[in-house]
Structure formats: C-alpha cells, structure tokens
C-alpha cells in the first residue's frame, strides 16, 4: 500500500519563499525516481523537478532553475520542494509523484503580486 502525504503548501507574496514536503509509505522510495508536478488553473499539469533514473542528479524545468531545489530525507521516505523567489506564475496545485503512476493528493501554492 503506497501512501504520499503533502504539506507546505500557502500563500505568499512574490519574491517569498515555501518549502514543501512529500512524505511516502510503501516502497516507492526504493528506486530513487520522485518528481514534482504542478497545475495552473486552467492549464496542464506541468513538470516541475525531480531526480530520474540514478535519482543523484536533480533535474528541473527552466522556469524554475535556480529558484527551486528539489531534496530527499530517504529515513524519512520524504522528498521535499524548496521554492525560492516565488513569482505569480508559480501559481497552482503542486503534486510529489513516484513512479508507476502514484501522485500525492496537491497542495496549493498561492503567490501573490
């Protein structure tokens, strides 16, 4: 049984910072690939950050890169999303998932202009 439980979601104002966190039950830590998503109203879920195959190397999405940094506690089978200098169009419902298919419920990132 794959439990993903997210928190740090809020409001903030543009330039702000939020770190949010994905705790996971089950074994989907075990092979290393998390990721980030986010949704914007009225757009697609978008990648955000993750570690892929190998999960040592971070990657992220170019309108994120070097604002946000993606982390993991594997003790703690919880990867987090540090997301600095927060702008408007970071907007949305952001979701941890693992590999094969296993999203979080979203938490809310509100970032006000």
């Known amino acids: 049984q794959v439990h993903l439980a997210e928190s740090g979601g809020g409001l903030v104002q543009a330039g702000g910072s939020l770190r949010l966190s994905c705790a996971a039950s089950?074994?989907?830590?075990?092979?290393?690939?998390m990721h980030w998503y986010r949704q914007a109203p009225g757009k697609q879920r978008e990648w955000v950050a993750g570690?892929?195959?190998?999960?040592?190397?971070?990657t992220y999405a170019e309108s994120v890169k070097g604002r946000f940094t993606i982390s993991r506690d594997n003790a703690k089978k919880t990867v987090y999303l540090q997301m600095n200098s927060l702008k408007a169009e970071d907007t949305g419902v952001y979701y941890c998932?693992?590999?094969?298919?296993?999203w979080g419920q979203g938490t809310q990132v509100t970032v006000s202009s």
């Open positions: 089950g074994s989907v830590f075990s092979n290393n690939v």
């Open positions: 570690f892929t195959s190998g999960g040592i190397m971070p």
């Open positions: 998932y693992f590999p094969d298919n296993w």
